[in-house]
T-cell receptor, first 119, second 112 residues
């Protein structure tokens, strides 16, 4: 079954304690992305990756790191979490991100979400 | 980046057509309009996308105005399971890479 998985699904941690949220997809997609969702703010993109070893900042990258060492995995790293990073996080993937027209035509598949609480 | 504007909420009677509008007045010629929906706090789900022409699939229809400055997502026979937040997105290119901007969406409530 084609899917995007995230772990953990729920996490409570304390300020400053490094954590990693994993994301994995089994569709051989080139493009992967992380979003956070907060009440009243909708979905905001944190980082995205066009392919292995290629990552770039989204709209809200501060306080986050990512890496893309393998095509299927795109972990989100919070080196020193703070309470303002309490949020619902989604990972997404899609194929064929760069077409000759420059337009993105492939749909994104989203993971089930990770609910993070930083105390 | 082309931004989108959607009403924050709408109601629709069960069995009726739900028409969800979206304004994207700064859309450029090669940008597509995408619609996703998010049920409760699940991951967003793709619905439909289009460039210029109207599109239809098993879930919905997408009507894009001739000037491409707005579009309407139509759920022809809304059911209670269609209650969700609907996002209209215009895909952008940023230096050849794919940055994505979601707005706050329209919360559709289907009423029995």
């Amino acid at each position: 079954e084609a899917q995007v998985t995230q772990n953990p699904r729920y996490l409570i941690t304390v300020t400053g304690k490094k954590l990693t949220v994993t994301c994995s997809q089994n569709m051989n997609h080139e493009y992967m992305s992380w979003y956070r969702q907060d009440p009243g703010l909708g979905l905001r993109q944190i980082y995205y990756s066009m392919n292995v070893e290629v990552t770039d900042k989204g709209d809200v990258p501060e306080g986050y790191k990512v890496s893309r060492k393998e095509k299927r995995n795109f972990p989100l790293i919070l080196e020193s979490p703070s309470p303002n990073q309490t949020s619902l996080y989604f990972c997404a993937s899609s194929s064929n991100p760069h077409l000759p027209t420059g337009s993105f035509q492939e749909t994104q598949y989203f993971g089930p979400g990770t609910r993070l609480l930083v105390l | 980046d082309a931004k989108t504007t959607q009403p924050p909420s709408m109601d629709c009677a069960e069995g009726r057509a739900a028409n969800l509008p979206c304004n994207h007045s700064t859309i450029s010629g090669n940008e597509y309009v995408y619609w996703y929906r998010q049920i409760h706090s699940q991951g967003p789900q793709y619905i439909i996308h289009g460039l210029k022409n109207n599109e239809t699939n098993e879930m919905a229809s997408l009507i894009i105005t001739e000037d491409r400055k707005s579009s309407t997502l139509i759920l022809p026979h809304a059911t209670l399971r269609d209650t969700a937040v609907y996002y209209c997105i215009v895909r952008v290119n940023s230096g050849g890479y794919q940055k994505v901007t979601f707005g706050t969406g329209t919360k559709l409530q289907v009423i029995p």
